[in-house]
Nanobody, 123 residues
Framework: VQLQASGGGLVQAGGSLRLSCVASGRIYSGIVMGWFRQAPGKEREFVAGTWNGGNTYYSDSVKGRFTISGDNAKNTVYLQMNSLKPEDTALYYC??????????????????WGQGTLVTVSS
């Protein structure tokens, strides 16, 4: 599975961005897709995940502001980010795995990673 992330950019606080992640290769039912982010000097952290065609899970820091969704026909997962804050500034990565969604927030269980897309939020 190959993942290609895009959509990052520079935005003012309070603004919005939508990230996209296109998956290609051997994709089958049971895929779990996640978004992670890594700020300078910090660990990569979970942001949001989706599985089974619509189930979603969010970190507390983005709940109510970010929305993860998917388009199966396009093999694409989106991350709509609203009410952005300077602390959302990070390199954002999409990731994929197959199997249980129980560990959806744990990066060590993801097998496939896209390249990062940089989100910068100015105050």
């Amino acid at each position: 599975v190959q993942l290609q992330a895009s959509g990052g950019g520079l935005v003012q606080a309070g603004g919005s961005l939508r990230l996209s992640c296109v998956a290609s290769g051997r994709i089958y039912s049971g895929i779990v897709m996640g978004w992670f982010r890594q700020a300078p000097g910090k660990e990569r952290e979970f942001v949001a995940g989706t599985w089974n065609g619509g189930n979603t899970y969010y970190s507390d820091s983005v709940k109510g502001r970010f929305t993860i969704s998917g388009d199966n026909a396009k093999n694409t997962v989106y991350l709509q980010m609203n009410s952005l804050k300077p602390e959302d500034t990070a390199l954002y990565y999409c990731a994929a795995r197959f199997g249980s969604s129980v560990t959806i927030a744990m990066k060590k269980y993801y097998n496939y990673w896209g390249q990062g897309t940089l989100v910068t939020v100015s105050s």
